[in-house]
């Protein structure tokens, strides 16, 4: 069963392989040998050939690998993982082996240089996630876990919050309460951000106390069996200023037009520049310093990006951010982030958590 969920994959990589002219394809990145094999592992190196897959682990991960992919060739190194890998390919016959160009470090290529010298080293891109980019069945069935234990996690922390607190202690209660309901851990650092550090879109939790008086910016996520969710809302204690109300209030209006534009069919860039041209409306366009959105998955950022430097046409099982941001140096900052299904008639949320600034 699971041979064949994981075969179906392979076949596919099989094909992009020979697209590519390549006879032989090499990744040493987690979220790809996880998808293609199941290896939950942090670290090793899988080389696909055309009928064969062949995971290289050292001595931690061998037993883990063997168990988890039964399926898959294990082979356990010592020293460098070049000399199990050189062995194979001569053994194969391989001449042109595909890597990824952005996941592979300057050492590690030097090294597979000098260890493979008779060997078409061939840079490759998006090879895998290209494929991880729609998801099937059964990863969005994980995704939705993920979001419904992400949104059980902030319910809890939200009603503890309370000014006095410092940005540590709610990210800390925040991490508590995902592990509590079934996640294995963060899908990132999380973001607490009060007052002027609101402002840094990505200004990790601090021991700054939280004010009465602050606006205060929540970027968490959770990683459940390998899919990350990833959800920002903006609170505070009590009504603003009007500027800040106001702020707020278009943000919002922005983050609900970026949703209804997401469908099945539709540019990605389109999507940023409506809710960019909405907040321009308010003068507030300038304020919004980062791309719309993201694809996520097995990675908390993959494609499609939405975003004025990149263009995809949305497709249905994609799965992407919307997170419109307003942010005024040393005064406030404000983000308001859903992950959706993209669907052939527009989306399904995997956050249904309350978008209002006041809490109550
Ligand atoms: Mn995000």
């Not at 390549?22 to 990145?29: P, Q, S």
């Not at 069935?141 to 922390?157: F, P, V």
């Not at 800390?172 to 002027?196: C, D, H, N, P």
């Not at 899919?227 to 983050?255: I, K, N």
């Amino acid at each position: 069963m699971e041979n064949e969920y994981y075969g179906a994959r392979v076949a596919r990589l099989s094909q992009r392989m020979a697209d590519a002219n390549i006879d032989a394809f090499f990744t040493l990145a987690a979220p790809s040998m996880r998808y293609l094999t199941g290896f939950t592992g942090e670290e090793g190196f899988l080389l696909a050939l055309q009928d064969e897959m062949h995971l290289i682990v050292d001595g931690r991960f061998t037993t883990q690998a063997q168990e988890e992919c039964p399926w898959v060739d294990v082979i356990e190194y010592k020293g460098q993982f070049t000399s199990a890998l050189a062995g194979l390919l001569i053994s194969r016959r391989i001449h042109w082996l595909g890597f990824e160009k952005e996941r592979i470090s300057y050492v590690q290529a030097e090294q597979m240089r000098a260890a493979l010298p008779s060997i078409a080293m061939i840079a490759t891109e998006q090879v895998v996630e290209g494929m991880r980019a729609v998801k099937d069945a059964r990863e969005l069935e994980l995704m939705r876990s993920a979001g419904r234990i992400a949104d059980t996690a902030y319910d809890a922390m939200i009603c503890r919050l309370r000014p006095g607190m410092a940005e540590n202690e709610a990210a800390a209660l925040l991490e508590y309460e995902m592990r509590k309901a079934g996640a294995q851990g963060t899908s990132f650092s999380t973001i607490v951000g009060s007052g002027a550090r609101g402002a840094l879109p990505h200004g990790i939790a601090s021991d700054k106390v939280i004010e009465a008086n602050d606006v205060v910016v929540i970027d968490f996520g959770v990683c459940y069996k390998g899919y990350m969710s990833d959800c920002t809302r903006t609170v505070a204690f009590g009504d603003q200023p009007r500027d800040v109300m106001d702020a707020y209030a278009r943000l919002l209006e922005a983050q609900q037009l970026g949703l209804s534009r997401i469908q099945a069919g539709v540019s990605s860039r389109s999507v940023d520049t409506a809710v960019r041209d909405n907040l321009g409306e308010h003068d507030l366009s300038k304020y919004f310093t980062h791309g719309l959105g993201h694809g996520v998955g097995l990675e908390i950022h993959e494609a499609p990006r939405l975003s004025q430097g990149t263009d995809t046409v949305l497709e249905a099982g994609h799965v992407v951010t919307c997170e419109p941001g307003i942010y005024l140096p040393g005064r406030y900052g404000m983000r308001i982030e859903d992950t959706v299904i993209v669907t052939g008639g527009g989306y399904e949320p995997l956050t249904a958590l309350s978008k209002s600034l006041v809490l109550v």
